[in-house]
């Protein structure tokens, strides 16, 4: 069904049809409702390429993600339709994996299709943007969310991830564990240098053992993945002349990995080491132990990074100036990061 098919059936102008189903001031409510009701019949639907075309919009944006696989970017996506479904915007989404390569492949893929802005979570192998910083040139408006930075000058939406840290880390010393070690992944990556910034301060603050020797920085590469790469981060922990008593991990995946592979060691959590770090699973009440965990407000960081996109794509021309929204993490904590008990030795 066409603009021409509703025309010749109801003897009007292609025109006029068109403007009726624009709700067009020009056409009187009689013929508008002819038009509409007609249309609605028989299941007429714009083409919205011929459309886009004709406008210069294509009423899509792109977001490109690391990894779909995952309840907090399964939420963060929820937030992203709820604004864009709202301002009429529909979403095109991609997977960098991981791979810088990829992601340059998404920008790519996601500018030819012609999207009026972009979403981008950078990917852990981003440390230069100079990838980004060109599309931005070229006229392409780009929000960073979850993983922000401040290598790169756009609006920005994700948590305060140095102050989350912080606080879990001084959970644990609260609950007082002394050796505490970290699982971060690769130093360059922005949001994970704060992370393991605020773990740093909190050690210091309270004059205790850091250092080197008690992190671990985990990615999987060839031919490994990245429980294999955990398993053997937490494996070397526990061989150090004193092994720390409590792990503080710095992503979902990190963080159920690691419970999963203590397990399998055969070590009790807390009672052997208390772990503690980033997930936003809905499971983690029902885990063995109940899992401590630093709760991230995934909705509200992709509703509130649409939003901006949107609001950059529909007031075009260069800001006034940018802004970076760190929204609080949430701490909830549960029985791996329970108060310690120190061992009795029966002689």
Do not use: W
Request: overall charge negative; charged content about 25%; proline content about 4%.
């Amino acid at each position: 069904m066409t603009l021409r098919d509703i025309a010749l059936a109801l003897e009007l102008s292609v025109s006029t049809v068109s403007k009726a189903l624009r709700d067009s001031y020009e056409i009187s409510e009689d013929t508008k409702e002819r038009v509409i009701t007609y249309a609605r019949a028989n299941h007429y639907l714009p083409n919205r390429m011929a459309k886009s075309l004709k406008e210069g919009k294509s009423g899509s944006i792109g977001v490109v993600i690391c990894s779909i696989d995952n309840s907090f970017v399964s939420r963060m996506l929820d937030g992203i339709d709820g604004a864009c479904t709202q301002a009429g915007y529909d979403m095109i989404i991609m997977q960098s994996k991981e791979s810088l390569v990829q992601e340059k492949s998404c920008l790519k893929q996601l500018e030819a299709r012609g999207v009026e802005g972009i979403l981008i979570s950078p990917s852990a192998e981003t440390v230069g943007f100079e990838h980004l910083l060109a599309l931005r040139e070229a006229g392409m408006p780009i929000v960073l969310f979850d993983r922000i930075s401040e290598r790169f000058e756009s609006d920005q939406v994700g948590i305060d991830n140095y102050q989350a840290a912080f606080q879990a880390t001084e959970h644990l010393i609260a609950n007082k564990y002394r050796r505490i070690a970290m699982l971060n992944i690769g130093p360059d990556v922005h949001f994970a240098s704060q992370r393991g910034a605020g773990y740093l301060d909190a050690l210091k603050r309270n004059h205790l053992t850091y250092g080197e020797a008690l992190v671990r920085l985990c990615l999987s590469s060839a031919g490994e993945t990245l429980k294999d790469c955990v398993r053997a981060g937490i494996q070397s922990l526990f061989e150090l002349a004193e092994p720390p008593d409590a792990l503080f991990t710095a992503t979902d995946q990190l963080s159920t990995l690691s419970l999963s592979v203590l397990h399998e060691m055969g070590r009790r959590i807390p009672a052997d080491i208390a772990l503690i770090g980033f997930s936003n699973t809905e499971l983690a009440d029902v885990l063995t132990p109940p899992l401590s965990t630093l709760h991230q407000p995934a909705l509200e960081i992709g509703r509130l990074a649409a939003e901006k996109l949107i609001s950059l794509i529909t007031h075009k021309g260069i800001p006034e100036g940018y802004e970076t929204v760190r929204l609080p993490a949430r701490l909830d904590i549960r029985d791996s990061s329970g108060p310690r008990v120190r061992k009795q030795v029966i002689v």
